[in-house]
């Protein structure tokens, strides 16, 4: 793995759209180490109103299964409006049929969980860069 000091993301916001406080926690220590800013959505629909009120967000990590509005819906809406924002969609099962349908919504990567710690910051990296 590479060492995280070769990641320095403090110019880069990140929204995690995860309704499991557990996973929001994680991601956001992970996010700490590289000094990302983080922001936070409970559910879909806060994640479309945060990616349309706040320009600022590089890249979007959206859970697949939330309340009020499901991951796969929410990447469909904000891909209508910011067609290039980064989406990686991210689930505890791998079941084929969810990842196809989160790539016809728009989705950029699929991760599963629990992560590689290697490849999600290599996958992030490169999508941040771009």
Request: hydrophobic share 45%; with cysteine; glycine share 4%.
């Amino acid at each position: 793995m590479k060492d995280l000091s070769d990641f320095d993301w403090s110019e880069y916001t990140i929204l995690i759209a995860d309704d499991d406080d557990g996973n929001f926690i994680l991601l956001t220590f992970m996010l700490d180490d590289v000094k990302a800013s983080v922001i936070r959505a409970s559910n879909g629909l806060e994640a479309v109103e945060a990616c349309k009120s706040n320009q600022k967000i590089d890249l979007v990590l959206m859970d697949v299964k939330m309340p009020v509005m499901d991951g796969i819906e929410a990447t469909r809406t904000i891909k209508s409006f910011r067609p290039d924002l980064p989406i990686i969609m991210q689930s505890a099962h791998i079941i084929e049929d969810v990842k196809l349908y989160c790539f016809d919504a728009g989705c950029d990567e699929f991760l599963v969980k629990p992560f590689i710690e290697d490849l999600f910051y290599q996958l992030i990296d490169s999508y941040l860069k771009k």
